[in-house]
């Protein structure tokens, strides 16, 4: 991944359409990370991730998702989750994303 362009957002940042937008302008890849641990086991990680979800769909970007609780994920650039790692569970997740053209990118598990 040499040379790749990475727009990142730092926990909720995630969430702020225009913020994401703007880093993904010159990137070919999203990366958000986070430490959802203080949503405990509520709802919030679950809608953290559809967040996260819904900006790589906007921006037609791959997005990597790393948290300390276990909602990390590899997202598609049409916003499936492709790779995910089980909740309160040390684990880590590994895929690859490979360039195949200008803005277009593959995840494989």
Same mark, same amino acid.
């Given at each position: 991944?040499?040379g790749?362009?990475?727009?990142?957002?730092?926990?909720?940042?995630?969430?702020? %359409?225009?913020?994401v %937008?703007?880093?993904?302008?010159?990137?070919?890849l999203?990366?958000?990370?986070?430490?959802?641990?203080?949503? $405990?086991?509520?709802? $919030?990680?679950?809608?953290?991730?559809?967040?996260?979800?819904?900006?790589?769909?906007?921006? $037609?970007?791959?997005?990597?998702? %790393?948290?300390?609780?276990?909602?990390?994920?590899?997202?598609?650039?049409?916003g499936?989750?492709?790779?995910?790692?089980?909740?309160?569970?040390?684990?880590?997740?590994?895929?690859?994303v490979?360039?195949? $053209?200008?803005?277009?990118?593959?995840?494989?598990?």
């Amino acid at each position: 991944m040499a040379g790749t362009t990475i727009g990142t957002a730092i926990c909720y940042e995630i969430i702020f %359409a225009d913020h994401v %937008a703007q880093q993904a302008r010159n990137a070919e890849l999203l990366l958000t990370v986070s430490n959802d641990t203080w949503f $405990g086991r509520s709802i $919030g990680p679950h809608q953290h991730l559809q967040m996260a979800r819904l900006r790589a769909l906007e921006n $037609g970007r791959h997005l990597l998702r %790393a948290t300390s609780n276990g909602v990390t994920a590899i997202i598609d650039s049409q916003g499936h989750v492709t790779a995910r790692a089980p909740q309160f569970e040390p684990a880590s997740l590994t895929g690859e994303v490979t360039d195949a $053209g200008p803005n277009s990118f593959h995840t494989h598990r």
